[in-house]
Nanobody
Framework: HVQLVESGGGLVQPGGSPRLSCAASGRFISINAMGWYRQAPGKQRELVAVISKGGSSNYADAVTGRFTISRNTAKNTVYLQMNSLKPEATAVYYC??????????????WGQGTQVTVSS
């Protein structure tokens, strides 16, 4: 009932600072927390950052101080500003949203992912 579409990925030079976006659409009562996850080749998916409905955020140690998560609640959109990218940041980045359905119960949804490749 919620569709998430990520954008902003691609080939990035080391040290680059792209911004990922994720827009939610569909039928729901509200979007609760939203987050970004990533999965590098040969590794399990890991949390990058999460932001609550009230704007409180948490980050993985690997990105703390370099990435910033934010959201536009009115547009049901979450962003991930990525600064000073290193090659180890190469991964598929996925958007996740926790939401309240039209049946007034909680559910979640995942985006299709956007590839971020950090390489010179």
């Amino acid at each position: 009932h919620v569709q998430l579409v990520e954008s902003g990925g691609g080939l990035v030079q080391p040290g680059g600072s792209p911004r990922l976006s994720c827009a939610a659409s569909g039928r729901f009562i509200s979007i609760n927390a939203m987050g970004w996850y990533r999965q590098a080749p040969g590794k399990q998916r890991e949390l990058v950052a999460v932001i609550s409905k009230g704007g409180s955020s948490n980050y993985a140690d690997a990105v703390t101080g370099r990435f910033t998560i934010s959201r536009n609640t009115a547009k049901n959109t979450v962003y991930l500003q990525m600064n000073s990218l290193k090659p180890e940041a190469t991964a598929v980045y996925y958007c996740n949203a926790d939401f309240t359905t039209t049946f007034l119960v909680r559910s979640d949804s995942w985006g299709q992912g956007t590839q971020v490749t950090v390489s010179s």
